[in-house]
């Protein structure tokens, strides 16, 4: 199956600090999804970004498909950005959504 | 519109026990995904229905496990005789038709615990 892998892993900033995460992925794929996992675990949809560049107020992504990569950029980071972002992917041959392991993000005060 | 609703939020059983985990896709959505989330680590897909049919049940444990989409009603998934090890978050998501092509949404997730 497709292989989804984010860095880095573990991110720690100060508040209004700008940050790119990334997320490679091994196959072709129709769909690429980020999400934000809050503190309290709940699931927040980002970006569904399967090719091109969107923006959402201080956050905003690009997915290059035919090099297998995306990049979520968080500008001016709040408290409130703390929390792990996941990249998931649906390969062209698959079924269903595939995570990466994530990047866990702390934004400190 | 209401989004994926799951039930319950938290749930405890004991070892042995059985337990069931309930998901309302959004209005509209007929495809319905489960996956499990470990302490610390991401979401690994389990299996993927649509209404009255197993679609892909790869990620599903062989023993104990099963899921089911009826016509009416929520989605069910349904471990029997747990153990220790099942002690998760389950996350439910929906879209209206496969992912392949359109966004898929989760729910808040059921955390079980087996004491």
């Known amino acids: 199956g497709i292989q989804v892998e984010q860095s880095p892993p573990d991110l720690i900033l100060q508040e209004g600090a700008n940050s790119t995460l990334r997320c490679n992925f091994s196959?072709?794929?129709?769909?690429l999804q980020w999400f934000h996992q809050n503190p309290w675990g709940q699931l927040i949809n980002l970006f569904y970004i399967p090719s091109g560049t969107k923006q959402n107020g201080r956050l905003s992504a690009t997915t290059v498909a035919t090099e297998r990569y995306s990049l979520l950029y968080i500008s001016s980071s709040q408290t409130t950005d703390s929390g792990v972002y996941f990249c998931?992917?649906?390969?062209?041959?698959?079924?269903?959504?595939?995570f990466g392991e994530g990047t866990q993000l702390t934004v400190n005060p | 519109n209401a989004g994926v609703m799951q039930n319950p939020r938290h749930l405890v059983r004991r070892r042995g026990q059985e337990a069931r985990l309930r998901c309302s896709p959004m209005k509209g959505h007929s495809h319905v995904y489960w996956y499990r989330q470990l302490p610390e680590e991401g979401l690994k897909f389990m299996v993927y229905?649509?209404?009255?049919?197993?679609?892909?049940e790869s990620g599903m444990p062989k023993e104990r496990f099963s899921a089911e989409f009826p016509k009416e009603g929520p989605s069910i998934l349904r471990i029997q005789q747990v153990v220790r090890g099942d002690s998760a978050a389950y996350f439910c998501a929906s879209s209206p038709f496969a992912t392949a092509n359109t966004e898929a949404f989760f729910g808040q997730g059921t955390r079980l615990t087996v004491v």
């Open positions: 229905l649509q209404k009255e049919n197993i679609i892909d």
């Open positions: 998931a992917v649906f390969e062209t041959s698959g079924s269903r959504l595939t």
């Open positions: 196959d072709s794929v129709n769909n």
